[in-house]
Structure formats: C-alpha cells, structure tokens
C-alpha cells in the first residue's frame, strides 16, 4: 500500500471526527497518516482528546501534538480509528501485524464506534492468509504453543505457528508479552477459533477483531470505497 492511498483512506476517516470527541487512536503506518492528519486539525482549532494503542503511537502523537490521555482517565471513548491486516465482508478482522493487538482490542471494546482505514487489498473473502498473531504470556510458552496446535487441530486448520523473533530475539510487546503467528492460511470459522484460543490460560489475546468494526475505508487508484456507516 502506498503512502498515497493511507493518506486518502486516513483523510477518509477524519470525516467522521467531531469537535469534542473522545478517540481511540491506533497503530502502524496507516494510523500514522491519520495522526498527522489530525494533527494539522487541531492545530486548526478542533478540539479532541486521545486515548494511544501503543507506546510507538503516543510518542507520534506528543511530537505531533494531539491531547492524549489515558484509558483510566478516560474509560469510555466515542470513536477508535485503526488500520487492519485483513477484512470480510463481515467486517471481521485480522489485526495485530504491528505486535498491539492486546492494547488495540481493549480500546476497541471501549469505543462505542470503530472505523478500519486499509487499501482494497486487504479485503478477503475468507480470514487467514495474513498469519494470526496470538499474545501469549512467557511462562508456559511451550505449554502454550502445544495448546494453540492442539486448537488448530481440532479445527482442522493447519500451517506453521511460529514464535515472531525466534527464540533467541523474540519480539515483546507493550504488555511483557510474546507472539505467536498462526500461518493457518483459511479460517472458516473466526468465532470458533476465538473461542477456543481464549479457553487456552497461557493465551493473553488474539488477533481476531470479530464485532468491533462499523465502517471501513478502503482506498485504492480509484478513490476511497466506504464500507458500513456509523
């Protein structure tokens, strides 16, 4: 996706910001663009208060200079505007590729809306050929990973389910937590394996955002596709 095409999607979705709003603002290079596009706004003279996805998405915002608070300052927000690795036609999603899907859902699930900003090609027919990033907690890992396969298995879902890093230089999220990317490649049923991953005591979160998203943006050569409404 080009710089390009995030900016339209981000401009896209600025749309639906209001003076006084209370935003859930998300991570990775596209909600990156729409930072500095919100930025340039408030400098403007709109009036809008931040609660970050991610440490890497607060220090954006303070050198930018959007207002931000905390969750616990402000449990209740009005609107979360976030990238997405995939989407349906559901609205389901795969999010996660930028290592904050934990802190991403926890904000998602306080916003009365979410709006998704992608290009066109994130759109699929079916989840999974973008790898399933599962937060994991370190103790246990391999207890963990066992129980992941186990899952999959039973749901006859194969494919590689890798450590992100390696073992010798795993990466580590805001939480302390590791990663695990499921390569399953078709997932027919997101809400059984939701589910089922979050039976498992060693799975801290998983990367399937099903029930959250109300509209998306998908930006392509030709222009911005509204998807849903708010």
Request: some cysteine.
């Amino acid at each position: 996706m080009s710089r390009e095409l995030k900016i339209e999607a981000a401009r896209a979705a600025l749309s639906l910001v209001q003076d006084g709003m209370r935003l859930g603002i998300g991570t990775g290079s596209t909600a990156d663009e729409f930072i500095r596009l919100l930025a340039v706004k408030i400098k403007e003279g709109l009036n809008v208060v931040g609660v970050p996805t991610s440490v890497k998405t607060e220090k954006l915002c303070q050198e930018l200079g959007v207002p931000l608070k905390t969750l616990d300052e402000l449990p209740e927000l009005d609107l979360v505007i976030d990238g997405a690795d995939e989407v349906d036609d559901e609205f389901q999603l795969i999010k996660g590729g930028g290592g904050a899907l934990l802190r991403e859902k926890i904000v998602a699930h306080a916003s009365k809306a979410m709006a998704v900003i992608a290009d066109e090609s994130k759109l699929v027919n079916t989840l999974g050929a973008f790898a399933l990033p599962i937060e994991v907690n370190k103790f246990g890992l391999a207890a963990t990973h066992q129980a992941v396969q186990e899952v999959a298995n039973s749901l006859g879902l194969s494919g590689a389910i890798e450590l992100r890093g390696g073992a010798d230089e795993p990466f580590e999220t805001d939480g302390g937590h590791f990663i695990l990317d499921a390569s399953f490649g078709h997932i027919p049923d997101a809400s059984a394996l939701s589910e089922k991953l979050l039976n498992i005591p060693g799975v801290v979160e998983h990367g399937l955002f099903l029930g959250y998203a109300k509209v998306v943006f998908l930006a392509s050569s030709s222009g911005v596709k509204q998807l849903g409404d708010i």
